[in-house]
Structures are given as C-alpha cells and as structure tokens.
C-alpha cells in the first residue's frame, strides 16, 4: 500500500478525538490530550495524515471522528521556553503512531520529518524522546531518522513468589544489624548520605527528585513507606546503608537501596531487601471471635525496581530473582539544516 497521496496537516479540534482513537484513548479523552499539549508546550506541535476521502472512523466507545492515518506530537516545553538561550532550545517527540493498515509505507518517517522540521523552524536545535523497548518498529524508525541512544531505564520485578522466598530467605550479618529506620534517625545517616549522595551525582540509579535528609524525611512520612537501615553492631548510631520502598495497592516499589562503600561485600543489601521482603510479606492479622488474633493470608504483591542506567547493581537483582519487565530508551537528536528528515 502506498501513502504518498496523504496529506500531512497540523491537527484542527475536529480531529483530536481520531487521535485518541489511534492512541486507544475513549472520545472523552480527545479534550484532556488536546489541553495537555497548550499547557506543557509552547509551542505544542500536533500534525495528522489523512487520506483522500477517507470515511469517518469508530472510537474506542462507539463514537465517530475524521479518519486519519497516523499523528504526531512534539513541541518545546514551557518550561525550557522561557529563559532559554535561542541555541540550547530542547524539544520533545510526544507521541507517534500510524494505524495498523498503513504502517511500513514510510508513512510514519514523513510525519516524523514533518514534525522535526516545523520544531526546527520553531528555534528548536534538539529534540529528545522515550521509546519502550518492545516498540521495535519505533526503535528501527527512530534510528533510521538520527535519533541516537542517550540512556536506558529497566524496570525489574520480583514476583509474589519470589518476595515469599527473599522473606524466608537467611542473611547473617557479621558485625551488623538491620532495623527499622524513623525520623529519629535521620540525622544520623547525614555522613552516609554525603557519600552516597556523591556516588549518586555520577551514575543516579534510582528515581529520586535527591538524596538528602529533607528527602529521606519526606519519605518516612507517607503512609506507604518501609524502610530500614544497617548499623554497626557495636556502634547502634553508625548507619551502614539503607533501602526503602513504598506499598501500594497492587505491587511495592523499591525506591532507593544502598551500602557505604567501605561496608559492601558483607551481605548488606541483600540483608536490607530480606527485611523489606519480610515486611511487605506480613500476615494480615484479623481479630477472630473471642478477641483472639488470627494470621490471615499475606497480601500477594510483587516487588518492582526501577533502575536508571542500569549497572553493576543490575547483577545483584538478578541473583536475588528479579525479572526483567520492561526496557525504556531515552534517544535524542540535533536539528540542523534545512531539513530534519534522515540524516546520513
């Protein structure tokens, strides 16, 4: 199938609900996408390929929009709009997709290179994007078109039953001790946090905003938090490292783990995600007849671990059962020239 007969136009208010149809979205969320797009950017970019004399299509709850064929969105955020010196103006690839039937007809690179060469025209001189790397066909567009790879974020995950089995697990300490960590401790982890702050400023892992006392604090006090701590046993007020996670509804985020340099290799952090496992594995404790307390089944959650630019540390998830989930790509690319089409 050819697509050259498209027309590439920038998106009018009639079309946003065929948008949120080839994102998959109901027709109640066309004006939520459209508003995202003014508000976050500036300028918002939001280009649709239609083809002649294409029939109304059916959203995902029954309604009907002009057909389009595929769209895309970009734009510079507000954020880096203003103040920004005219040749340091980073864009962002929102959001690409060409529907099934006209997919692998180049259609897809004509809306891409329409969209870069319109933020080019806009000032921007770069444009960034995240991909999941299941997306094969987006990863090979994106490429074929000068995006290069910047970073990677995995997402690992410990299943049910593998928390079960890091609960049961045994990790001795020798010389050390794990236990939970509270606002009365904070100020004692300042040293550790400076060193592990400075490890952080070079390869961050994790997804923190900081790594700092205020930020620790921040997490002790949501009601979702576990955390806990390693110590020198004969010094309880020397802390050795830390790890804290947050239960949700469905599954228990691990948000930050890590050993002071001098104290790894010892078993540390496998004893830290030990306590954590046993404390998000807990019985429900119900209060039976008779006032008598009963051990209700453990809330089946897994364990979910983000990493940013994966390492080393990769291997100690693995070891201790985690799961890749998912791959996220961050890719970019310079705007130059007359044309932001394929680069050589």
Known sequence: MTTESHAIREADAGDWLAIAALLGRPSSAARELSRHLLTEYDPGIALVATAPGAAEARTVDGSTAPQVAGAVIAGIPRTQALGTPS??????????????PQRRCGLGTRLLGAALDELRTRGATRVT??????????LALFRATGFELES??????LPPEGVARLAAKSAPLAGAEIRPLGLDDVPLLIGLLIQLGLERAEAPHDTLEALTPAQVEHWLQNPGTVAFAAWEQDDPRTPLGIAWASRRRDDT?????????????RGIGIALLVSLAQHVALPNVNSAQGGTGSAAPALQRPLRAPLNEPGDEQEFFRALGFEVERITYRMARALRGKSAGPQP
């Open 87 to 100: 040749d340091e103006r980073q864009a962002r690839l929102v959001w690409i997709s060409v529907a099934p």
């Open 129 to 138: 994007l995240t991909v999941d790397g299941k997306e094969i066909e987006a």
């Open 152 to 157: 990677q974020d995995l997402g690992l995950v």
């Open 253 to 265: 985020v691990l948000r930050f783990v890590a050993v002071h340099d001098d104290h790894r290799r």
